[in-house]
């Protein structure tokens, strides 16, 4: 299982509703996005492997995928709205 926590940097408030996809090193393929919890954190029941976690369209991590991953962002800019 991989889950992804998203919080703000300074405050470690989680950030509720965001979008989360990863897109595995292997074979190219994206998981569908799936939004944060309460708690900032989305859970992926897939086996450990290495890619790329991309948060709100944004690649916020790169590497190993496994347990648990903290990103922490400044502040969350939603560009698809602006597209």
Sequence with gaps: ???VRVCKKVTKEPL????????MDVDG???APVLTDRAGIVRFEVP???????????????GGLDGEILVNLWALLVLDALA
């Excluded at 450990?48 to 790169?62: C, D, F, M, Q, W």
């Design 48 to 62: 450990p492997a290495t890619g790329r976690a991309l948060v709100s369209s944004g690649e916020r991590h790169h």
């Design 16 to 23: 509720k509703r965001t979008p989360v996809v990863l897109r």
């Design 1 to 3: 299982m991989i889950a």
């Design 29 to 31: 393929l994206g998981i």
